[in-house]
């Protein structure tokens, strides 16, 4: 046989395995493609839960999630948006399209975040009554390496019951200090607002000071300054400060 036939031979086996290998993988993938789904859905049911203290070791995450009731809401008005359906809408997927963000003024964008969705998703805890007792918001700021992306839960009255990110490349040891437990329970109890309506609560440069403040985080200026930087923008007029002020009158 000649080296052409050889060379022709091996080149259509190499050709028909690369064919049979990627039928194969692309049938993995469609196959597992909604576990992945149901995956990423319950991982980010536990963070919501997780931000609130509504999850207990080894509790079911779907059960826990019947507490929560989920909405969409209109940042520029507070209002609740009930022909959008909430398990098909992602504040964050929205604010990457130009048709469902609003640009940040550049006076009131403290944390550089250029956009922000015209909706967010919103999780509310209500009693017996169907009263709303915590609200739990999503927000992002810019960090040093990274954009992190958390949850903060809140009382009526706009005290902090729990916060914690859920998503960032901050440097381990570092900005990723934001993971730790200790930092996080610090956040709980504070108030967002001073006894003005002015956003107050900060990551303070060095140990925490005053009621308002949370202890800095070490060799990691940058990464407080933009947890700071988040609450500013984020409890303001032009974040969550009209939805609160529904949820404070009841109208949530």
């Known amino acids: 046989m000649s080296n052409s036939s050889e060379t022709l031979k091996t080149l259509t086996v190499a050709g028909l395995l690369c064919i049979v290998c990627s039928v194969i993988v692309a049938g993995i993938v469609v196959t597992l493609r909604p576990q992945q789904a149901k995956n990423a859905e319950l991982d980010m049911k536990k963070n919501i839960l997780q931000s609130a203290g509504l999850l207990s070791d080894g509790q079911d995450i779907d059960e826990a999630f019947k507490s929560i009731h989920s909405v969409v809401v209109n940042i520029e008005t507070g209002e609740v948006v009930n022909d959008m359906n909430p398990e098909n809408y992602d504040m964050v997927e929205a604010n990457a399209n130009p048709e469902m963000n609003v640009e940040i003024p550049s006076d009131k964008d403290y944390g550089g975040l250029s956009t922000r969705p015209k909706y967010a998703n919103v999780y509310l805890e209500k009693d017996e009554s169907g009263d709303t007792k915590t609200v739990i918001l ?32 901050e440097t381990p040891g570092l900005g990723g200090e934001v993971d730790n437990p200790k930092w996080k329970q610090q956040w709980v109890g504070k108030s967002i607002y001073d006894n003005t309506n002015e956003v107050a609560i900060k990551v303070a440069k060095g140990e925490a000071q005053g009621e308002y403040q949370v202890d800095g985080l070490s060799g990691a200026t940058i990464t407080s300054n933009g947890v700071t930087n988040s609450m500013k923008y984020w409890f303001s007029d032009h974040g969550y400060k009209k939805l609160l002020n529904r949820v404070a009158e009841g109208g949530l």
């Open 138 to 169: 999503k927000l992002w700021s810019k960090g040093l390496w990274s954009t992190m992306y958390g949850f903060i839960a809140l009382d009526t009255e706009a005290t902090v019951k729990g916060f914690g990110y859920y998503a960032h490349g």
